[in-house]
Nanobody
Framework: QVQLVESGGGLVQAGGSLRLSCAASGRTFRSYAMGWFRQAPGKEREFVTAIRWSGGSTYYADSVEGRFTVSRDNAKNTVYLQMNSLKPEDTAVYYC?????????????????????WGQGTQVTVSS
């Protein structure tokens, strides 16, 4: 069982930065791949980024590539999402999720059904 709690959301101007954190409980955190998704009002929840349990491989949505960076600290049971050059269209509730997928194909982690556990989300609002 893994419980996830996101923090770090808030209001920021376009071009600014935020760092989200996702704290996980459970001794097996380091065995899970972690992902970030987001959901804007009236839209489907969409993939943002994922990172393997080792932190050695990451995968980004095209819309955030080059602006967002995912990382993890297994000693602290925490995964981070550094968001730079924020745009109004980045406004959404951001969710972290844990997946027990350990296969070869990282693109599998784009799919919501690949994840076993979800946090409650943190709101990010980017003003223009």
């Amino acid at each position: 069982q893994v419980q996830l709690v996101e923090s770090g959301g808030g209001l920021v101007q376009a071009g600014g930065s935020l760092r989200l954190s996702c704290a996980a409980s459970g001794r097996t955190f380091r065995s899970y791949a972690m992902g970030w998704f987001r959901q804007a009002p009236g839209k489907e929840r969409e993939f943002v980024t994922a990172i393997r349990w080792s932190g050695g491989s990451t995968y980004y949505a095209d819309s955030v590539e080059g602006r967002f960076t995912v990382s993890r600290d297994n000693a602290k049971n925490t995964v981070y999402l550094q968001m730079n050059s924020l745009k109004p269209e980045d406004t959404a509730v951001y969710y972290c999720a844990a997946s027990d997928y350990s296969g070869t194909y990282l693109y599998i982690l784009k799919v919501r059904n690949a994840y076993n556990y979800w946090g409650q989300g943190t709101q990010v609002t980017v003003s223009s």
